[in-house]
């Protein structure tokens, strides 16, 4: 057996670097209305994962939920710092990369946004922390990283 | 061509590079960004936007109108606004001391918009306007309800548009060239059946609003094509329609047969293909989606809500011979949103008056279903608005009843919740 952790590349909807514990959230998220960016925590309380805080993680959902000011979710919560580390996706999604990419122009600060298939999904899932570097490269840390 | 295969004309090159200023730099590589996320090969020339990001959800909206304005920024093709947070034309129904970031926010949002040189028109409703888009326009819209009738009633061409990208378009003046404005991506899914529901019931507003709730639940984003509607008389049911399926399932685009114009024949709409699945209505649906849209046991009411999306000037003139000589009950209170434009054109017909000696109040620029709440809203509300009563539970914590308009303006007079008998047992379970 391999030991060493296989890196998966990734499609890049918006670029960037991160590291930071995966959390995987059971149903798709909207970013506007179902998260607030003042605390970085799920609200919709139709959703399993309510009370969860998302910052600073690596979130893993398999698609958003769809609302037009989810871009505005996104940027809100870079510019207050409560923004996930890094997202990846399976289907890719508009929204959330366009507030990143408005968020760094505005703020210097950004969050990358991947998409990458079902089964790198599944693996990427198993992990505790990832690391994600230039070029869309996804590589699994060999433990739990302290948060920021 | 860019480096990731999107074909740019010389105009488009010299935003990229920056000639026309970091603004509309920047709008440049946001639409080129959806347009890769997309896999689209090109940009389409828009002629008409419908701006949603004046529409404030936190401080980063304003900095990025700021940000704009201090950049260059020039809208290349008319623009008008969604409403707003806060209404500009009535600013007493949310005071900044319910909310003061909020709502001075909101105000500085819509004013910068404004100083853009968006067309502060102000409404979720801008078709009903004169001057907006017509069939087979390219466009870029957002707000959920009016990107699902320009599509179907219209025949306009619009995806969904987030906020920030909406902006980004309407400066460049292009859109990805995918989704919903290229001819294949507008075919019909699912096929669902009218034909068991009694004519009496599709001659009533309400029926679209529950179609519609019934239609997005079972569509999610596929493209619903509904067979055995009657010819309609307004617009104003096609609205409900739209502004349902859309809430309850990010319906963007649907036909009706013989209605809407990409859907002359149900082969027109289906582009020659068969539907994926076919549904037949039935009075339990309907009776169902109503339940659905319904979080209060029927009693004593605080406030009707009245005009989501915006009402038009042929519901307002529905509406005033349900009200004629009558008052609504002492303590109630009693909203319709609407536009500057239908308000103005509602009151040079004296109906503004009329309204006032019933006890309604006819707000503009905004609607009743968000947070902060407007004056008095609370408790338990009628509406008429599956989308309404879609929302306003979560976003505003109070208990909603769903009713005709016949319903909303005989509770509000009575002042509990009453039921048209004709409609709920007259062949509804």
Redesign the interface.
């Known amino acids: 057996m391999d030991e060493r952790p296989a890196v998966i590349a990734a499609r890049i909807?918006?670029g960037g670097v991160a590291r930071g514990n995966v959390l995987t959230l059971t149903e798709p998220l909207s970013f506007?209305?179902a998260f607030d960016?003042r605390s970085g925590e799920i609200i919709?309380?139709h959703h399993p994962q309510k009370g969860t805080c998302i910052s600073g993680t690596i979130l893993l959902m398999r698609e958003t939920r769809?609302?037009?000011?989810?871009?505005?979710?996104m940027?809100?919560a870079?510019?207050l710092g409560t923004a996930p580390a890094g997202v990846i996706l399976i289907e890719?999604?508009?929204?959330l990369?366009?507030?990143a990419?408005?968020?760094e122009?505005?703020?210097g600060r950004s969050c990358p946004v991947l998409s990458v298939g079902e089964d790198d999904y599944a693996k990427l899932a198993q992990e505790a922390a990832l690391e994600i570097t230039a070029g869309g490269l996804i590589t699994p840390l060999p433990r739990a990283v302290p948060r920021a | 061509m860019t480096a990731i295969g999107i074909a740019l004309d010389d105009r488009d090159r010299a935003s990229l590079d920056g000639a026309h200023g970091p603004a509309m730099q920047f709008a440049m590589r946001l639409v080129l960004a959806a347009a890769e996320i997309l896999g689209a090969r090109s940009l389409v020339s828009v002629t008409f936007a419908h701006i949603d990001a004046c529409f404030y959800s936190g401080e980063a909206h304003v900095d990025f109108a700021q940000y704009l304005l201090a950049h260059g920024a020039r809208l290349a093709i008319p623009a008008w606004t969604n409403n707003g947070v806060v209404s500009l034309a009535d600013p007493d129904i949310r005071p900044e001391a319910s909310d003061p970031q909020t709502v001075m926010g909101a105000r500085k949002l819509m004013q910068l918009y404004e100083r853009l040189g968006c067309k502060p028109v102000w409404t979720c409703a801008p078709y009903q306007l004169p001057g907006g888009p017509s069939y087979g326009d390219h466009i870029v819209a957002g707000e959920s309800n009016a990107v699902s009738f320009y599509n179907s009633v219209i025949g306009a061409r619009t995806n969904k548009y987030g906020d920030y990208l909406d902006v980004a378009c309407a400066l460049i003046g292009k859109a990805p060239y995918a989704g919903l404005h290229l001819d294949e991506e507008r075919r019909g899914d699912i096929l669902i059946r009218t034909d068991a529901i009694p004519d009496d019931w599709k001659n009533d507003n309400i029926f679209y609003h529950l179609l519609g709730h019934y239609a997005g639940q079972f569509s999610g984003r596929r493209i619903p094509v509904i067979s055995g509607l009657p010819p309609q008389k307004t617009m104003d049911s096609l609205k409900a329609l739209s502004a349902a399926a859309a809430t309850s399932g990010g319906v963007a685009m649907w036909h009706a047969q013989g209605i809407t114009p990409e859907a002359k024949t149900l082969d027109h709409a289906f582009q020659g293909g068969a539907p994926g699945a076919i549904l037949e209505l039935t009075s339990a649906l309907l009776a169902k989606a109503r339940q659905d849209l319904t979080s209060a046991a029927d009693g004593p009411l605080d406030m009707v809500a009245l005009g989501t999306p915006h009402f038009s000037l042929t519901e307002f003139e529905r509406l005033m011979p349900f009200i004629d000589g009558r008052r609504l009950k002492p303590g109630l209170a009693f909203y319709i949103s609407t536009s500057r434009h239908v308000r103005h054109e509602a009151a040079t017909r004296g109906w503004l008056g009329d309204l006032e000696k019933f006890g309604a109040t006819v707000i503009a620029d905004t609607c009743t279903y968000y947070s902060p709440a407007v004056r008095r809203c609370r408790g338990h509300i009628m509406t008429n608005s599956a989308k309404w009563a879609y929302y306003a539970p979560g976003m505003l914590g109070v208990e909603v009843s769903f009713g005709s308009l016949a319903e909303c303006v005989e509770s509000a007079v009575r002042g509990e919740v009453w039921r048209d008998p004709r409609l709920w047992t007259n062949g509804l379970p």
Do not use: C, F, K, Q
Not at chain 1, 66 to 73: D, K, L, Q, R, W
């Open positions: 909807l918006h506007w209305g960016p919709d309380i769809g609302s037009g000011t989810a871009p505005g979710g940027a809100e870079l510019r890719p999604d508009i929204n990369a366009i507030g990419m408005v968020a122009t505005l703020y």
